[in-house]
């Protein structure tokens, strides 16, 4: 049997069972947000989010993605996880996964600026009495609406599935996780790499890779959740 010697031990436990229940958690946000998308659809023009605004300013968040925007801010944390357990392995490939990771994360940040941004100009559109002051209000909106899926989005989504990749083939060289879940991984990050926003062949793939996410999550909860109860130092 190989003995598995992991650094950081201590340290690493608590957080490991911690990234056990945020898995779960990743794992619930993705049909919650499905569900939101087929019940009540987001809109398509400046209009008709300043008036869901207006008349509810929850569904008007989760129209311009609030729940993938904290769903991408907690996934650093499993990138982080994934450095500090793989880096033993292949250090210099996990680093560039964690910093592609930052950038991707700050960039769809980034991409997301009309989330507070179109409530604001929703409030003042509800209180300006020129047509020249509405005019100006759509023209702003329209702008923040275009760079929601902007080069920043796409960008952010193309590293999205490159980082998975690189942390499956940094799986695959070890046995920290299971030969499956890193299939699971490298196969979704390859569909990530084209993003929704590329015609039907770009949510074809999108769609894909959302059915492979699931059982990931659930896989990689279920391993974070036995590590942070091993004794790293044991053999298995």
């Known amino acids: 049997m190989e003995t598995k010697k992991f650094e950081y031990d201590v340290e690493l436990r608590p957080y490991l069972r911690m990234l056990g229940f945020l898995s779960i958690g990743l794992f619930a946000i993705i049909p919650f947000q499905a569900a939101v998308y087929f019940i009540s659809p987001p809109p398509t023009t400046v209009i008709q989010y300043f008036a869901l605004f207006q008349k509810n300013a929850f569904l008007g968040f989760l129209g311009l993605d609030l729940s993938l925007t904290v769903d991408n801010l907690l996934f650093l944390l499993v990138y982080i996880g994934f450095y500090f357990l793989f880096r033993q392995y292949n250090r210099i490939l996990v680093t560039i996964a964690l910093i592609f990771a930052i950038i991707s994360v700050a960039l769809y940040v980034i991409s997301r600026e009309a989330l507070f941004s179109m409530m604001n100009l929703s409030n003042q559109y509800s209180i300006a009495s020129g047509e020249t ?71 074809i793939l999108s769609f894909l890779s959302i059915i492979l996410i699931l059982p990931w999550l659930i896989l990689i909860a279920i391993r974070f959740f036995k590590l942070s109860k091993q004794n790293f130092s044991q053999k298995e």
Not at 144 to 171: D, E, P, Q
Not at 182 to 201: E, N, V, Y
């Open 133 to 203: 002051e509405k005019t100006a209000l759509i023209t702003v909106g329209q702008t923040m609406l275009t760079i929601f899926n902007g080069t920043c989005f796409n960008v952010s989504y193309f590293l999205g599935g490159l980082i998975i990749i690189l942390f499956s083939i940094a799986m695959l060289k070890n046995k920290i996780f299971t030969k499956i879940t890193a299939w699971l991984g490298l196969s979704m990050g390859l569909f990530m790499l084209i993003p929704p926003t590329f015609g039907k062949f770009g949510l």
